[in-house]
């Protein structure tokens, strides 16, 4: 069975500064898809970024990287110069045939 | 703004009664997926409806089951209420033909708390 875990259950940061969110997973898959998504206070959560597990370039959108690992099934999200509208909880999934299946969550705290 | 829609919003239930849930796909979309959050937790996955069919299931009791209509929008029954059920409730829309990892768009969830 698939699993994620994202072991820091809080991490803080100020403003402007980066940032990185854990994330380990466990797959039996060869191809899958790994995601983190972004749950604001309104609690949508909305795609922050996604990266094809057979591509070894590290997926980026603009503020935001991932560093991922396959070999040692890891995928964390690096946030660059951090804002206050950053502020939310952060998940990592791992797409498992059209299913989604997430870790606990981070929540980031940005601090002025 | 997504265009996924949940509805209710909020909706608190007796233990025992029975719920529905209901969510708008989002135009072009044919695959429905609801999960279940729990205060603190992430979201478990309850089933998958793809054109109609349920495609996909999770750990979750028959009591929850499960609709897709032909414009593609859905709805979540919930049967014989426990407190355990209490938890929000994710909608997301997405379109399989894709592909896997094809983005997934949801709704702002319906909080349901059964008393």
């Known amino acids: 069975a698939q699993t994620v875990t994202q072991s820091q259950p809080e991490m803080s940061v100020q403003e402007a500064e980066t940032v990185t969110l854990s994330c380990t997973y466990d797959?039996?898959?060869?191809?899958?898809?790994l995601f983190w998504y972004k749950q604001p206070p309104s609690r949508q959560m909305i795609l922050v970024i996604r990266q094809e597990a057979y591509k070894q370039q590290n997926a980026t959108e603009n503020r935001f990287s991932v560093n991922f690992q396959k070999a040692a099934k890891s995928f964390s999200l690096k946030i660059s110069d951090s804002q206050l509208g950053d502020a939310a909880m952060y998940f990592c999934a791992v797409d498992s045939n059209y299913q989604l299946i997430w870790g606990a969550g981070t929540k980031l705290i940005i601090k002025p | 703004e997504t265009g996924v829609t949940q509805s209710p919003t909020h909706l608190i239930k007796t233990r025992g009664q029975q719920v529905t849930l209901r969510c708008s796909s989002q135009?072009?979309?044919?695959?429905v997926s609801w999960y279940q959050q729990a205060l603190g937790q992430g979201p478990q996955f309850i089933f998958q409806y793809y054109r109609e069919e349920e495609n996909g299931r999770g750990n979750f009791p028959p009591r929850f089951s499960g609709l897709q209509f032909p414009n593609y929008s859905s709805e979540l029954n919930v049967n014989a209420l426990e407190l355990d059920d209490s938890a929000l409730y994710l909608c997301a829309s997405s379109d399989r033909d894709r592909g896997r990892g094809t983005e997934a768009f949801f709704g702002q969830g319906t909080r349901l708390t059964v008393v």
């Open positions: 135009s072009g979309h044919n695959t």
């Open positions: 797959t039996s898959e060869s191809d899958y898809y």
